[in-house]
C-alpha cells in the first residue's frame, strides 16, 4: 500500500493555490478502502478514491467522511 502520508506531503503534490488534491490509488481490498476514508477524514482538502471493484465503498461512504466531492 503507498504510503499516502508520504505522497501527499510531497514538494510535487502540493500546490499553494489548490483548494484539494485528488488521491486516487487502486484497492486490493476493501480494507485498502477503508484506509484511504480514514486518510481523507484526517485530511479535510483531500478528495481520496479507489478504483476497482474494492473501491466502491470509498464512493459510496464518502459522505458519511465527510468527503468534499466524490465520484
Known amino acids: ?5 508520504h505522497v501527499l506531503s510531497g514538494r510535487k503534490a ?3 493555490q489548490a483548494c484539494y488534491y ?3 490509488t487502486y ?3 476493501t480494507l485498502d ?3 484511504m476514508l ?3 477524514r ?3 482538502n483531500v478528495i481520496g478514491i479507489c478504483m476497482g471493484e474494492k473501491g466502491k465503498l470509498t464512493r459510496i461512504l464518502a459522505p458519511i ?3 468534499p466531492i466524490t465520484y
Open 65 to 67: 467522511f465527510r468527503a
Open 22 to 24: 485528488k488521491l486516487a
Open 27 to 29: 484497492a486490493q481490498s
Open 14 to 16: 502540493r500546490h499553494p
Open 38 to 40: 480514514h486518510f481523507q
Open 33 to 35: 478502502a477503508l484506509r
Open 42 to 44: 484526517r485530511h479535510p
Open 1 to 5: 500500500t503507498p504510503d499516502l502520508e
